[in-house]
C-alpha cells in the first residue's frame, strides 16, 4: 500500500531529524564515520518509525522482530534513530566514542539498548540474520530480520556464504538491504573490488531483487511490502544511495568516509540538510 501524504510527511521529518543528529554527534566525538550513516539513514528511519515490530520499553520482548545493521560502522547513524524511537535518553549521545561512554563506534548490544547483535567486523551481520531466521521458523515465530549491508562490505565472502544459506532455507522471514553508495574507505567501489552486475550476483545466489532509490520513502516502501508478501524466499533490496546524502560538500566525496566536523563546518551541514528539507 502507497505511503499516506501523512506518513511521507511524518517519516521527512524523522529523516531531517536523524540528519541533524548525525552531524551534532559527529561534532561532539570529534570524528564518525558521517557519510556512510547519512546514506542509510533513510533505511533506519523508514524501517524504526514504519515498519519495525518493536517495543523501546521492552527491548528483550521475545516476539520483537530483529535488526543487525551488519554495515556497524554506521552506528553514528543507528544511534540517535534508537535515541529517538525511545530507546534511551539522545542527550546521552553526547559522549558517543569517548572514553568510557556505552556508545562506541561501533554499537555493542551489551551496552546499548535496542541492538540485537554487536557489529563492526564487516561480512558477518547477514549470517547471522540467518540464523536469526532459521530461529524464528524453528520457534514458529512470524517475527521478521531485517539485515542492512555495506556494499564495500560485500566484498567479503563470507557474505555470499550467509547468501547462499538464505537461498537454500528459503528464508522468507528475512530481509536484506544493501546500502548502495558505491563508495568504500578506499575508493570507488568498483575501482577497489568491482560487484556490478550485482543484482545478477545476488539473483544467482538464489534471491529476488528489487533495486529503489534508498532516499525515495515510497519505493522503499513499496519493496518491503513485496519482501514481505513474498514466500518463494528471500528478498534483497538494493538502495541506490548517495554517501554524505544531504550535506552538499560532502555528497559522493569519498575522503567523507570518515571526518570529524569543527564549528563551521557542522554549522554549514545543517544548513545544507535543512535546505534539503525546506526548512532553511
Not at 528511519?45 to 515498519?51: G, Q, S
Not at 549491508?149 to 522471514?173: Q, T, Y
Not at 535543512?274 to 526548512?279: R, V
Request: net charge negative.
Amino acid at each position: 500500500m502507497a505511503l499516506s501524504t501523512n506518513e511521507i510527511k511524518d517519516l521527512e521529518q524523522h529523516a531531517w531529524q536523524a540528519r541533524q543528529d548525525i552531524i551534532d554527534i559527529t561534532g561532539w566525538s570529534g570524528g564518525a564515520h558521517i557519510g556512510g550513516g547519512l546514506s542509510v539513514a533513510d533505511i533506519l528511519v523508514i524501517l524504526y518509525f514504519k515498519y519495525l515490530n518493536v517495543d523501546p520499553k521492552n527491548p528483550q520482548w521475545e516476539d520483537r522482530d530483529r535488526f543487525i545493521m551488519s554495515k556497524g560502522h554506521a552506528g553514528v547513524a543507528y544511534a540517535p534513530v534508537l535515541a529517538r524511537k525511545g530507546y534511551f535518553n539522545f542527550d546521552d549521545l553526547q559522549t558517543f566514542n569517548k572514553f568510557k561512554s556505552p556508545f562506541g563506534m561501533h554499537l555493542d548490544c551489551l551496552k546499548v539498548k535496542g541492538v540485537d547483535v554487536s557489529t563492526g567486523s564487516l561480512g558477518h551481520g547477514l549470517s547471522i540474520a540467518v540464523g536469526l531466521a532459521l530461529g524464528a521458523r524453528l520457534q514458529k515465530k512470524d517475527w521478521y530480520t531485517y539485515c542492512v549491508l555495506g556494499d564495500g562490505e560485500c566484498n567479503e565472502g563470507s557474505v555470499w556464504e550467509a547468501a547462499m544459506s538464505a537461498s537454500h532455507f528459503k528464508l522468507n522471514n528475512l530481509i536484506t538491504f544493501v546500502d548502495r553508495n558505491r563508495l568504500m574507505i578506499d575508493g570507488e567501489t568498483e575501482d577497489v573490488m568491482g560487484l556490478e552486475p550485482f543484482a545478477d550476483k545476488w539473483k544467482a545466489f538464489g534471491f529476488i531483487v528489487k533495486e529503489v532509490d534508498g532516499h525515495d520513502f515510497n519505493q522503499l516502501s513499496e519493496a518491503i511490502d513485496f519482501a514481505k508478501a513474498e514466500k518463494s524466499g528471500p528478498v534483497v533490496i538494493i538502495a541506490n544511495t548517495a554517501k554524505g546524502k544531504g550535506v552538499d560538500f560532502m555528497e559522493n566525496e569519498v575522503k567523507w568516509h570518515y571526518g570529524g566536523l569543527d564549528t563551521d563546518l557542522r554549522a554549514q551541514a545543517k544548513a545544507s540538510v535543512d535546505k534539503l528539507y525546506g526548512k532553511a
